[in-house]
């Protein structure tokens, strides 16, 4: 039962790892910014359910895809939103656009 459920779910095991080695950034953001080191920092402490309803709110499916995030279509982006001050930051929330597996992320200091 529990090969049955990988073979037609995917596995969320590897999440922050699998899908690290696979994200784009846009906006300003790399792979060793500080904001996205804490970003992965916390995605990799999430609970199962927790990972699942992180790929919801980027990719509307609360699974990886069979193969692994090699397979997703589009790639996964995290971009830069908001503006340049920083004070208006704090009044936003992080977004996503499910279309585009896109995560806005802000910058906070």
Known sequence: MVVLRLLTSGSLDSLDVDLRQRTNYAGGYHSEHYVIEMFWEVLKGFSLENNKKFLKFVT???????LGFQYLEPLFFIQRAGGNDPEEALDRLPSSATCMNLLKLLELN
């Open 60 to 66: 509307g499916c609360s699974r990886g895809p069979l």
